[in-house]
């Protein structure tokens, strides 16, 4: 139990989270009888789990607070309340947290509601099992995870963020300086880019800056003296221009909140290191913000320029320090204008304008798109993030982890440049970026059919490098093609990994083609060969392709195509699967304690046992499958599985007759099974120890490197059972190993 001289501090800080939900649910127009049993809910998991005194409690407290502020709805609070902290402030979880199931059975809501937040607290819960590093193959995975989950539910990845918002802001209690610093690179890597990428500017300066402060101490101290030596005079500069301007607005009719607020130490550094310049150089250490009041959209963006005027008519704008975000706003959905301007007594000042939505969506961003309304999502707002739709395309085009990774370092976490279509949509693109990769991320097939370029209405070269308020326009052939040339470091066509990905899919898939033809001629030959008269019929390979871990039947012709298998055997093996019962001898006995022989298999034919007959090895039956027999040729009954192939294609359906097993088994049956592991020493010896634990004796095993992803490696591992429930416990066993990733039965 907790210490009761802490419940008045719990009980405050779940009456504030309360209080800034009943605030943002005023000014979301929510009924109030769908709120009630929401916050009766939250109140209650809340204090249950600090009752449980669990390690989380107070960071849980906390980072629910900060979701309640960026106005995310009680589902996800409650989520808040209940899941998995996402890393522990030596950087592991904490094996103790057992709070979920029990915090669970504190909520009585409605069915779908238990749904919804079974779904965010499991999300939160697998995103907690990642473990950032830089952005390597491995952590690429990590990130393809959370961008499953964010285009799945968006409010799973705001609780990741929110809660290593929590973990940096406690940093400075950790002891080993390298889990530290370790934390503070993966929020500047990972971490803060998305919350820029989704707009959410209240976690991003934070997440940036308590970042810095730890990676670079030494600058960042300095940069925070500076600001704080000349505070009182900057902030007497401020209140004179905010009076100036709050004092015209008024004159002029127009409703506003105008205040001052100083930058953040990062993006301050930022700017000094790309400009070149020192501290005294910057001009807008502190902005200006005017807020517009209105109630219509359309006139709010009309005050917006009205109050840009006037801050132009007061003080001489500075060239080229002007963007106009509210008629192209960010790809990220943030809108406002920003000026500089020479202010009082000649000094530098920024001033922002934008109406309170704006200001709203620019602190909250894809966080706003959960602000309820009337109990429904704003879903106009999530359609302006262009990431949440890259997210999607990213799953679907960059399968290897060595793409994703060089993806993100190129056209996620770089700074962005801002072009313009012919018909005025905004395009955000990684710096350095080129006309061809503006072709690529406009379409595939844009960039495919390629010729030309022209920027600002100038031709110029596909590697020409585009800049922010560039207007670009592609030059297309019907019939064009991907060159080769565009994939050369050396000539400089593409920056973005996306494009570049596109371009080799492209050049795969005709080289694919090729070899799917070429495999085929070869399959062919090599069945001639072995005797087959006329052309061989090759039209359902799908069977022997998933034999061989390939999807379909081209995938194993393009296989062989590209030399990886060897169609001598493929040509073989086709041909036995064609004779159910080969004419040859049976083979010797390999082992004397497996059925292979005649007399061994022990099935009944019309209640008669003791009936001559063995398994087929094409399917390998087992006591327990559904098995038919082959009437053959001088060797019994061949015991076949009924939805072995050479019974299904068969062309003498006459000589299948109905068997059963009989019910004595003294003997064990060969069986085969297929595991895809991961690709580490010891592996084999784990699997070894559960079969051997199981009493089953493991005959002999075979590895392959895995063509399904890297790091893993297929292993074939052929057994002695008894029966077909041993088979399946078998199975449940090694599935439940953390180095299987999966595994199943196959014939042979």
């Known amino acids: 139990?907790?210490?009761?001289?802490?419940?008045?501090?719990?009980?405050?800080?779940?009456?504030?989270?309360?209080?800034?939900?009943?605030?943002?649910?005023?000014?979301?127009?929510?009924?109030?009888?769908?709120?009630?049993?929401?916050?009766?809910?939250?109140?209650?998991?809340?204090?249950?789990?600090?009752?449980?005194?669990?390690?989380?409690?107070?960071?849980?407290?906390?980072?629910?607070?900060?979701?309640?502020?960026?106005?995310?709805?009680?589902p996800t609070l409650i989520a808040s309340a209940i899941a998995l902290p996402g890393v522990d402030l030596d950087g592991r979880r904490d094996p103790r947290f057992e709070a979920d199931t029990r915090l669970r059975a504190e909520l009585e809501l409605e069915p779908e509601r238990l749904v919804e937040i079974q779904g965010l607290v499991d999300g939160v819960e697998r995103l907690a099992a990642i473990h950032w590093n830089a952005l390597d193959e491995e952590s690429a995975e990590s990130l393809r995870t959370m961008f499953v989950a964010m285009a799945a539910d968006t409010r799973v990845v705001l609780l990741t963020l929110c809660d290593r918002l929590e973990v940096i802001r406690q940093l400075r209690l950790v002891d080993a300086p390298e889990v530290r610093r370790r934390i503070a690179l993966e929020t500047r890597e990972v971490f803060a880019p998305l919350a820029n990428r989704l707009g959410i500017?209240?976690?991003?300066?934070?997440?940036?800056?308590?970042?810095?402060?730890?990676?670079?101490?030494?600058?960042?101290?300095?940069?925070?003296?500076?600001?704080?030596?000349?505070?009182?005079?900057?902030?007497?500069?401020?209140?004179?221009?905010?009076?100036?301007?709050?004092?015209?607005?008024?004159?002029?009719?127009?409703?506003?909140?105008?205040?001052?607020?100083?930058?953040?130490?990062?993006?301050?550094?930022?700017?000094?290191?790309?400009?070149?310049?020192?501290?005294?150089?910057?001009?807008?250490?502190?902005?200006?913000?005017v807020i517009i009041e209105a109630d219509d959209e359309a006139v709010g963006k009309r005050d917006c320029y009205a109050a840009l005027g006037l801050v132009h008519g007061l003080w001489a704008p500075i060239s080229g320090e002007f963007d106009d975000y509210i008629a192209r706003p960010k790809p990220n959905g943030y809108r406002s204008l920003h000026t500089a301007v020479m202010g009082p007594g000649g000094r530098p000042l920024e001033v922002q304008i934008r109406t309170r939505d704006?200001?709203?969506?620019?602190?909250?961003?894809?966080?706003?798109?959960?602000?309820?309304?009337?109990?429904?999502?704003?879903?106009?707002?999530?359609?302006?993030?262009?990431?949440?739709?890259?997210?999607?395309?990213?799953?679907?085009?960059?399968?290897?982890?060595?793409?994703?990774?060089?993806?993100?370092?190129?056209?996620?976490?770089?700074?962005e440049v801002h072009v313009f279509t012919p018909g005025g949509d905004v395009i955000a693109l990684p710096e350095g970026a080129t006309p061809l990769d503006f072709a690529y991320r406009v379409h595939t097939e844009v960039g495919h059919k390629t010729r030309g370029a022209l920027v600002n209405g100038v031709m110029v070269p596909l590697n020409h490098t585009l800049a922010t308020g560039d207007r670009v326009e592609i030059l297309k052939k019907k019939h064009a093609e991907p060159s080769r040339d565009w994939l050369s470091p050396h000539l400089g066509y593409l920056h973005t990994a996306s494009a570049k990905q596109k371009i080799r899919q492209w050049f795969r898939q005709q080289d694919r083609d090729q070899a799917v033809v070429s495999g085929r001629e070869a399959l062919e030959r090599e069945l001639v060969r072995a005797g087959v008269n006329g052309k061989p019929e090759l039209q359902n390979l799908d069977e022997l392709a998933l034999a061989h871990d390939f999807k379909s039947g081209d995938d194993l012709l393009a296989a062989i195509g590209f030399g990886d298998l060897n169609p001598q055997g493929l040509a073989a093996e086709i041909l036995e699967r064609q004779r159910p019962e080969p004419e040859p001898e049976p083979e010797p006995v390999a082992s004397p304690t497996v059925a292979s022989t005649p007399e061994a298999a022990g099935v009944s034919v019309g209640g008669i046992s003791d009936v001559m007959s063995q398994p087929a090895r094409c399917c390998s039956p087992v006591p327990g499958d559904d098995v038919v027999g082959w009437v053959s040729r001088g060797r019994g009954i061949m015991i076949h599985r009924r939805d072995c192939p050479n019974i299904i294609h068969n062309q003498e359906p006459e000589r299948i007759i109905d068997i059963d097993w009989g019910r004595k088994h003294r003997h064990r049956y060969p069986v085969k099974l297929s595991l895809e592991v991961v690709d580490r020493p010891g592996v084999l010896r784990d699997i070894a120890d559960v079969i051997s634990n199981m009493g089953i004796n493991m005959r002999a095993t075979h590895s392959s490197r895995s063509r399904k992803r890297s790091g893993t490696q297929t292993l074939t591992l052929e057994l002695e059972v008894d029966e077909t429930t041993q088979i399946v416990r078998a199975l449940g066993r090694l599935e439940g190993l953390p180095v299987v990733l999966s595994a199943r039965r196959i014939a042979g």
Request: charged content about 35%; some cysteine.
């Open 1 to 74: 139990m907790s210490d009761p001289a802490e419940a008045p501090a719990i009980e405050a800080s779940v009456a504030e989270i309360l209080d800034v939900c009943r605030s943002n649910h005023r000014a979301g127009a929510s009924a109030p009888d769908q709120l009630a049993p929401m916050l009766t809910a939250l109140e209650r998991v809340l204090l249950r789990r600090c009752e449980l005194d669990e390690p989380g409690c107070e960071r849980a407290l906390r980072r629910t607070l900060t979701l309640a502020r960026l106005r995310l709805d009680p």
């Open 201 to 289: 500017g209240q976690l991003k300066w934070e997440l940036e800056d308590l970042a810095m402060r730890e990676l670079e101490p030494e600058v960042y101290a300095d940069i925070r003296a500076k600001l704080a030596a000349k505070r009182e005079e900057r902030q007497r500069h401020v209140d004179q221009v905010v009076d100036a301007l709050r004092f015209e607005l008024d004159q002029l009719g127009l409703v506003a909140e105008v205040n001052g607020r100083p930058k953040h130490i990062y993006s301050i550094v930022k700017k000094m290191r790309r400009k070149r310049v020192g501290f005294d150089e910057i001009y807008d250490v502190t902005a200006v913000r």
């Open 358 to 415: 704006m200001h709203l969506f620019g602190e909250f961003g894809v966080a706003a798109h959960w602000a309820y309304k009337e109990g429904k999502r704003d879903a106009s707002k999530a359609q302006r993030f262009n990431l949440l739709r890259q997210l999607v395309d990213w799953q679907k085009e960059l399968v290897d982890p060595r793409e994703l990774a060089e993806a993100l370092k190129t056209d996620l976490f770089e700074d």
